[in-house]
């Protein structure tokens, strides 16, 4: 983000979220993108309001933002109701409710798996529609010809007129299913564009601050998929805007430290749950597969040109001074002072926090191995400096905020248990 943008546009912003969640596996490529795209098409036919589609749009862009492990996607890919479908639809009314601007969202992927037969005063047209979207998008991956299986989808849609959806759903469906160029858009190459074109008089300005909660919200998607990482983010994220208020970085740049610290972690959303959790080492492939999260963080972000120096900081974390780093081995001077603050956050925190199978290090132990990684030219000696002559008061910070954090995904996790 330039010093001159003090909005970011959120149409790409939220493309990008919703590209991030479905690398959880090939079989789900561009899901969220054609759900989108189809339920924007329906909701036009129908002549639904504007201001609904906005909210659809949003919905519909990260409905399965609720779902973030393998198990739980493949469980989702059933036509009929099932249970697995209405938890993660509460798991991602809980996730967007944190972001104020979301709340009609979230409650639309709350009841985007509810039969409309059974819906509730709260459930809106727009679930409805959302829930057709997402059945004919699981529809159309069972043929491996969708195109010579319309009539076949069309006639399985209309057959769960009365028992799923609203009757005069169905028929817009239907119409729109008679017409070739629906289908040629949503399963063409040219999809994306077409989304785009439909997203963009739909798209809000996110201030500084409204980036801060957006950012905010989507760490917890990130590190909430695991009680070894559940409140990882949020320490990276405040040491990191300490550290930056320490070296004399504008308010400005101290929230994009923040914004970078929460988006730091964003490509593990492609990386299996089960290598994150793995209790022994890593075998080579394993490795290079979580190497592989900050490359993922920096081609999500790169469409945001708003976020550029915040991609920056953010996706550099793992590069060392010397260019032993990974995915670019960039050296010092190609390494912004941002990224080498996140750096320095990310190993810090790392070795300070609490995680389920292990205390986090003293501070001598700490410092000792701080120090090791400055004179093996890793981390960058004035910013370790800056960290050890503020360390209790930097500490403590973390400390308090990563409990809060932790009390939530304690909260998170109670809600999750409660309706399974």
């Avoid at 299996?272 to 080492?281: R, S, V």
């Amino acid at each position: 983000m330039h010093d001159n943008d003090r909005f970011v546009e959120s149409t790409n912003l939220i493309l990008s979220i919703s590209h991030a969640i479905d690398l959880i596996d090939p079989i789900f490529l561009d899901h969220h993108q054609r759900v989108t795209f189809l339920a924007l098409s329906i909701a036009e036919a129908m002549e639904i309001h504007p201001v609904d589609q906005q909210h659809l749009f949003i919905a519909s862009s990260l409905h399965d933002i609720g779902s973030l492990n393998l198990a739980s996607r493949l469980a989702t890919l059933q036509f009929d109701y099932t249970p697995a479908g209405e938890r993660h639809a509460e798991t991602g009314y809980y996730m967007l409710s944190f972001f104020e601007p979301f709340q009609r969202a979230a409650t639309i992927v709350r009841y985007h798996h509810h039969p409309w037969t059974t819906k509730t005063p709260e459930m809106p047209l727009e679930s409805a529609i959302l829930h057709l979207a997402d059945r004919v998008d699981i529809m159309l991956r069972e043929y491996p010809d969708p195109m010579r299986s319309l009539a076949t989808i069309r006639e399985r849609v209309l057959r769960e007129a009365v028992r799923i959806f609203p009757r005069e759903l169905c028929l817009t469906f239907a119409d729109l299913a008679k017409r070739e160029y629906f289908w040629f858009d949503a399963l063409s190459q040219h999809t994306e564009f077409l989304l785009r074109q439909k997203a963009q008089p739909m798209s809000l300005e996110f201030s500084m601050d409204m980036m801060l909660q957006f950012s905010a919200m989507i760490s917890r998607v990130i590190d909430f998929r695991s009680a070894f990482t559940a409140n990882h983010s949020r320490g990276v994220a405040v040491v990191a805007e300490q550290l930056g208020e320490r070296l004399g970085f504008s308010k400005h740049e101290q929230a994009q430290l923040r914004i970078a610290g929460h988006f730091h972690d964003l490509g593990k959303l492609a990386i299996p749950i089960t290598i994150l959790e793995k209790p022994e080492p890593l075998e080579a492939e394993e490795y290079n597969l979580v190497q592989s999260h900050t490359y993922h963080t920096y081609r999500i972000l790169e469409p945001l040109r708003q976020l550029q120096t915040v991609n920056q900081w953010a996706s550099l974390h793992h590069e060392k001074l010397d260019g032993t780093g990974y995915p670019f081995h960039l050296t010092k001077e190609q390494l912004p002072l941002g990224s080498r603050i996140l750096s320095v956050a990310d190993v810090f925190v790392a070795l300070t926090e609490d995680r389920p199978y292990r205390r986090g290090m003293e501070k001598k132990d700490v410092r000792h191995m701080l120090q090791q990684m400055v004179s093996d030219d890793h981390l960058d000696r004035p910013i370790v400096a800056a960290l050890e002559q503020e360390y209790e008061p930097i500490n403590q910070k973390r400390v308090a905020e990563q409990n809060a954090e932790m009390d939530e995904f304690r909260h998170y996790n109670a809600t999750r248990t409660v309706n399974m």
